[in-house]
């Protein structure tokens, strides 16, 4: 229609804008916000003269360049924040409303929360939680308009499930400060979802940009390495917590930009090389058996640039090398890569504040890597916060100071225990038969059938011929068990019984 001026609807407190200027204000009420099907994403309808599109273009460019210097000015003004506790109702298979406790026990986060429990029990879907519990951060004069539609209010029900016929609710604990600090602020919302109207109730407080960020990064346990460009679309910082095909992004692709970025002029090879070193160091620390990383040009031996891992056995290509050693790569290089994009402007990206959660932490790792694979994290990342989930008692072994919790299934629910027992200073054995992995026995399933069959007889009144007989059969069957901690303890007591048999047998 001629002389139509554009949109459909005009929301806002103010007036349309004036002819000539862009419409700055953008002030939209909530009867203005509709939701856009399944995606769960919020949209307002702004009215833009059509004689202003000519100026909008010509000035995009120049707004752009504004928008990008204000957002890392920003980010350096800004106060991290970081995750104290998750509260949740009848969400999956937990019941009643319950607490997860994220903190140090001192009023700080802590830097590492460990979960654990059986499979089934809930341990993903509290890292799926928290993942949509990030903050929605907004400019100061709309937060109070569009609070109601938090992303988590529209998400959680689609992506991770209610109970059936019971009012639902989630709700996070923050901490606004430096991850040590004990003066930092504590911030927190909620929200409550009725099952019969689906309606959605959001409390709190909502995050203004020019005062606090939050970057929250998720990763799912297949932690699969894309294999496409990285100018194409590129998943969310935590979609692989959601759906295990998400690739994260091409780690070689990546590394080989890093590279190139890093040989162009002058003026920003310096940095592009710091970030490009700062990975790379991360990489050789993590991965057992690499003593080198190179980059190779097209050539002879190799048709396209790749990148190349010096191994015992030679220089390996990294679609060559092991299942465990690709996975690792590919979380460590999207963290780093994300960290960059974040932080642009920071000497070392992978020292700012991050929230970092993990499912199976542990998976396709070596005993060896498993022990040490957190003392290298808190070097490499120290404002992180991890939480993650594992199986391993390595992995608690080697937690100092973390905080554990652990899920049990009670009934038709599942509970959250913030209080374990604490295991520092235990054997693994000892901490495979603790309340967090509740193992009846460290020894194999075969042996410990021997050794209660064994016990059995001999605590026995009296025992006949045949139990007799029996026992010593079992004595045959068990051997001998060793109780050294070390190889060199084993082998020594294995000495010393070899001789109390000879002496034995030389006295009869």
């Given at each position: 229609?001629?002389?139509?001026?554009?949109?459909?609807?005009?929301?806002?407190?103010?007036?349309?804008?004036?002819?000539?200027?862009?419409?700055?204000?953008?002030?939209?009420?909530?009867?203005?916000?509709?939701?856009?099907?399944?995606?769960g994403?919020?949209?307002a309808?702004?009215?833009?003269?059509?004689?202003?599109?000519?100026?909008?273009?010509?000035?995009?460019?120049?707004?752009?360049?504004?928008?990008a210097?204000?957002?890392?000015a920003?980010r350096?003004?800004?106060?991290?924040?970081?995750?104290?506790?998750?509260?949740?109702?009848?969400?999956?298979?937990?019941?009643?409303?319950?607490?997860?406790?994220?903190?140090?026990?001192?009023?700080?986060?802590?830097?590492?929360?460990?979960i654990?429990?059986?499979?089934?029990?809930?341990?993903?879907?509290?890292?799926?939680?928290?993942?949509?519990?990030?903050?929605?951060?907004?400019?100061?004069?709309?937060?109070?308009r569009?609070?109601?539609?938090s992303?988590?209010?529209?998400?959680?029900?689609?992506?991770?499930?209610l109970?059936?016929?019971?009012?639902?609710?989630?709700?996070?604990?923050?901490?606004?400060?430096?991850?040590?600090?004990?003066?930092?602020?504590?911030?927190?919302?909620?929200v409550?979802?009725?099952p019969?109207s689906?309606?959605?109730?959001?409390s709190?407080?909502m995050?203004?940009?020019?005062e606090?960020?939050?970057a929250?990064?998720?990763y799912?346990?297949t932690r699969?390495?894309?294999?496409?460009?990285l100018?194409?679309?590129?998943?969310?910082?935590?979609?692989?917590?959601?759906q295990?095909?998400v690739?994260?992004?091409?780690?070689?692709?990546?590394?080989?930009?890093?590279?190139?970025?890093?040989?162009?002029?002058?003026?920003?090879?310096?940095?592009?090389k710091?970030n490009?070193?700062?990975?790379?160091?991360?990489?050789?620390?993590l991965?057992?058996?690499?003593?080198?990383?190179?980059?190779?040009?097209?050539?002879?031996?190799?048709?396209?640039?790749?990148?190349?891992?010096?191994?015992?056995?030679?220089?390996?290509?990294?679609?060559?090398?092991?299942?465990?050693?690709?996975?690792?790569?590919?979380?460590?290089?999207?963290?780093?890569?994300?960290?960059?994009?974040?932080?642009?402007?920071?000497?070392?990206?992978?020292?700012?504040p991050?929230?970092?959660?993990?499912?199976?932490i542990?998976?396709h790792?070596?005993?060896?890597w498993?022990?040490?694979l957190?003392s290298?994290?808190?070097?490499?990342?120290?404002?992180a916060?991890?939480?993650?989930?594992?199986?391993?008692?390595?992995?608690?072994?080697?937690?100092?100071d973390?905080?554990?919790v652990?899920?049990?299934?009670?009934?038709?629910?599942?509970?959250?225990?913030?209080?374990?027992?604490?295991?520092?200073?235990?054997?693994?054995?000892?901490?495979?038969?603790?309340?967090?992995?509740?193992?009846?026995?460290?020894?194999?399933?075969?042996?410990?059938?021997?050794?209660?069959?064994?016990?059995?007889?001999?605590?026995?009144?009296?025992?006949?011929?045949?139990?007799?007989?029996?026992?010593?059969?079992?004595?045959?069957?068990?051997?001998?068990?060793?109780?050294?901690?070390?190889?060199?303890?084993?082998?020594?007591?294995?000495?010393?019984?070899?001789?109390?048999?000879?002496?034995?047998?030389?006295?009869?």
């Amino acid at each position: 229609m001629a002389g139509d001026t554009g949109p459909r609807m005009h929301c806002g407190q103010g007036p349309p804008a004036p002819s000539g200027g862009l419409l700055a204000t953008g002030v939209c009420s909530a009867a203005a916000l509709h939701t856009l099907g399944p995606s769960g994403a919020v949209s307002a309808d702004l009215q833009i003269p059509r004689n202003d599109m000519a100026a909008r273009k010509k000035t995009s460019k120049t707004v752009k360049r504004s928008a990008a210097k204000t957002r890392v000015a920003a980010r350096k003004r800004a106060t991290p924040l970081y995750f104290l506790s998750l509260r949740i109702k009848d969400i999956r298979c937990f019941g009643a409303e319950q607490l997860l406790n994220l903190s140090d026990g001192k009023g700080r986060p802590a830097p590492w929360t460990i979960i654990l429990g059986n499979n089934g029990v809930g341990k993903t879907t509290l890292l799926q939680c928290l993942a949509l519990c990030e903050p929605q951060t907004m400019d100061p004069f709309v937060e109070e308009r569009i609070g109601a539609f938090s992303r988590v209010a529209v998400e959680l029900p689609r992506r991770i499930g209610l109970r059936r016929g019971a009012w639902a609710m989630l709700a996070a604990g923050f901490h606004k400060g430096a991850l040590d600090s004990h003066d930092g602020d504590t911030k927190s919302f909620r929200v409550d979802w009725d099952p019969a109207s689906n309606v959605k109730r959001l409390s709190g407080v909502m995050f203004r940009k020019d005062e606090e960020h939050f970057a929250c990064h998720g990763y799912g346990a297949t932690r699969r390495m894309g294999a496409g460009a990285l100018s194409g679309k590129v998943s969310s910082r935590n979609e692989s917590l959601f759906q295990e095909d998400v690739p994260l992004r091409n780690a070689e692709e990546w590394l080989l930009q890093a590279d190139y970025a890093a040989s162009k002029a002058p003026a920003r090879a310096k940095f592009a090389k710091a970030n490009r070193d700062r990975i790379v160091q991360v990489l050789l620390d993590l991965l057992p058996d690499i003593d080198d990383i190179i980059f190779v040009a097209p050539g002879p031996r190799v048709p396209v640039a790749r990148v190349e891992f010096k191994t015992p056995y030679g220089f390996v290509g990294m679609r060559d090398l092991s299942l465990g050693y690709r996975t690792l790569i590919a979380w460590m290089v999207d963290l780093a890569s994300r960290l960059f994009e974040r932080y642009p402007g920071s000497a070392n990206p992978l020292a700012e504040p991050a929230v970092v959660l993990v499912d199976e932490i542990d998976l396709h790792l070596h005993p060896a890597w498993q022990r040490r694979l957190m003392s290298y994290l808190r070097e490499h990342f120290p404002r992180a916060q991890f939480i993650v989930t594992a199986h391993s008692p390595l992995v608690v072994q080697s937690a100092v100071d973390a905080n554990i919790v652990v899920l049990r299934k009670e009934g038709d629910h599942v509970v959250i225990d913030n209080n374990p027992t604490s295991v520092q200073g235990w054997r693994v054995d000892q901490i495979l038969t603790s309340d967090l992995f509740e193992l009846s026995s460290a020894r194999s399933p075969q042996l410990e059938s021997l050794l209660q069959e064994r016990t059995q007889l001999l605590s026995k009144a009296r025992l006949s011929a045949s139990d007799k007989a029996k026992v010593k059969e079992l004595d045959a069957q068990i051997g001998f068990l060793p109780t050294g901690e070390t190889r060199n303890e084993r082998e020594a007591l294995e000495i010393i019984q070899r001789f109390a048999q000879r002496v034995q047998k030389e006295g009869q």
